[in-house]
């Protein structure tokens, strides 16, 4: 997945994107869909109770057939 290919795992807590708060999924969402396609952001992740920070690129959603 887009997520695993950055250090993302199952159980992570977003809590920022860009230096914004992330509070509710909707948030998350939003947040990743205002950086374009291909632009690079960072994403503070929490990780067994350790905020880690790093690097992602949005990538563009599978076509549906």
């Known amino acids: 997945s887009p997520a ?17 708060a992330i509070e509710t999924a ?3 969402r939003n947040q990743v869909g205002l950086v ?14 350790q905020r880690l920070s790093v690097p992602a690129r949005p990538a563009a959603a599978p076509r549906s057939r």
């Open 26 to 28: 909707t948030d998350l």
């Open 36 to 49: 374009p396609v291909g632009q690079a952001m960072r994403m503070t992740l929490v990780r067994d109770g």
């Open 4 to 20: 695993a290919e950055v250090g993302i795992r199952a159980g992570d807590l977003v809590v920022e994107i860009d230096g914004r």
